[in-house]
């Protein structure tokens, strides 16, 4: 699999109809540094790109949001809950019509930390595509500390309560219709937790096999594992094909002349080829 630094280059519009794959992007935003300058270059850059379906994570206010729609006007479609402080720090953008979209905590367990102020989540949004519906959950689970995702991890414990709850979202989609599940969920793609949610909830890992990390590796953490997934399910007596990449590995061009990556993951697009 090759790697590119930014997503695809042209665009969409709602009255074409005539392109196969969708295209999705997920990526953990960041909250901390210098906030508003880069999410004004990742807004301009997803202005340029031609992804579809937009989930970030770590977008923690609403003025945020709004900055990056304004930078991105393609995307005139958006799901997000809360007032000033977006609840998980989870939007959704879109080129097509969002109908239903609802937010979903997670239950609050121990330890206690800092985290718990994001009031983690997943926000679940019907999308209305040229092919039909698809619903895509976007989240973000909460962080092991402890970087031990072994079965008695206390983390690791957190972990299986959050993704018990995201089973229970995904069993209210009806099975007509194809879900994808998005986002930062700290967990390895190796991890039993993971594998477990996976096999249980009828999705299916579009990066399986892929060993590179999502994590931007640092001094600190010289080889981390990948984070950020994209799990979909088929609709019933349909398929859901497609393919994965990292994106937005590279430093960017800010609008004051400086060098700086977007953030500390990488993005992953995903292509989406649904067949009856």
């Known amino acids: ?10 665009s969409r519009t709602e009255g ?34 031609d ?7 770590e977008v923690m206010f ?23 402080l977006l609840k998980g720090g989870l939007v959704i953008l879109s080129r097509w019509p969002i109908g239903r979209s609802r937010f ?7 330890p206690v930390r800092g985290e718990l102020i994001m009031r983690k989540g997943a926000q679940l949004a019907s999308v209305s595509t040229p092919d039909g519906e698809l619903v895509v959950v976007n989240t973000h ?16 414990r957190i972990a299986r309560t959050e993704l018990a709850t995201l089973t229970e979202l995904i069993a209210t989609v009806s099975p ?47 080889s981390p594992p990948a984070l950020d997934h994209v799990l979909v399910r088929a609709a019933a007596g349909e398929s859901l094909t497609g393919d994965a990449d990292l994106v937005f590995q590279d430093k960017v061009t800010l609008d004051d002349g400086r060098q ?9 697009r995903a292509r989406l080829i649904r067949s009856r």
């Open 176 to 222: 007509s219709v194809p879900v994808a599940v998005v986002g930062d969920l700290n967990l390895p793609r190796d991890s039993a937790a993971l594998t477990e949610f996976v096999a249980g909830t009828g999705l299916r890992d579009l990066l399986a096999g892929d060993p590179r990390p999502t994590y931007r590796p640092t001094p600190r953490w010289p």
């Open 260 to 268: 700086a990556y977007l953030s500390d993951h990488y993005g992953v």
């Open 51 to 57: 992804y579809d379906i937009v989930c970030l994570q």
């Open 62 to 84: 609403r003025r945020h949001a709004r900055l990056i729609r304004r930078a991105a006007p393609a995307y005139r479609h958006v799901a997000c809950s809360g007032t000033a």
């Open 141 to 156: 689970l909460s962080a092991n500390r402890d970087d031990d995702w072994s079965p008695t991890n206390r983390y690791t």
């Open 16 to 49: 074409d109809a005539s392109v196969q794959a969708l295209r999705l992007l997920t990526m953990n935003a960041l909250f901390t540094g210098d906030v508003p300058a880069r999410l004004r270059a990742l807004g301009a850059a997803l202005d340029r790109s």
């Open 104 to 110: 979903v905590r997670f239950p609050m367990t121990g």
């Open 1 to 10: 699999m090759s790697s590119s630094s930014h997503g695809p280059t042209g």
